[in-house]
């Protein structure tokens, strides 16, 4: 599985952007997908995952301005970011796996496969 990610740049605070991760080289149908950042000087954390059937995880800093969503027709994830915050600045990567470990799993052990990531920068 190859996985590209596109759509980070500036923003200013309470600014939004949409981030967007093509899948290819195989059946994504039992690929669970997700979200990872790093800022500076941190580890990496999850943000966001999503299966094929539905399923949907966010970690605690993002529920609720963060949302991630898929078109299956274009095996294509997105991460829709809104109210973004200084502490967001990081560099996504995207993420995919057909193990079919739980989100928790993933959380702590990360995927199979990464995109090489794009940065996130948000501005006071």
Not at 81 to 107: E, G, I, P, Q, W
Request: aromatic share 12%; hydrophobic share 35%.
């Amino acid at each position: 599985v190859h996985v590209t990610e596109s759509g980070g740049g500036l923003v200013m605070t309470g600014g939004s952007l949409r981030l967007s991760c093509a899948a290819s080289g195989r059946s994504l149908v039992s690929t669970a997908m997700a979200w990872y950042r790093q800022a500076p000087g941190k580890d990496r954390e999850f943000v966001a995952g999503i299966r094929w059937a539905g399923e949907i995880k966010y970690s605690t800093s993002v529920k609720g301005r963060f949302t991630i969503d898929r078109d299956n027709g274009e095996n294509t994830v997105y991460l829709q970011m809104d109210n973004l915050k200084v502490d967001d600045t990081a560099v996504y990567y995207c993420a995919a796996d057909s193990r079919h470990y739980a989100f928790d799993y993933y959380a702590v052990h990360g995927m199979d496969y990464w995109g090489e990531g794009t940065p996130v920068t948000v501005s006071a």
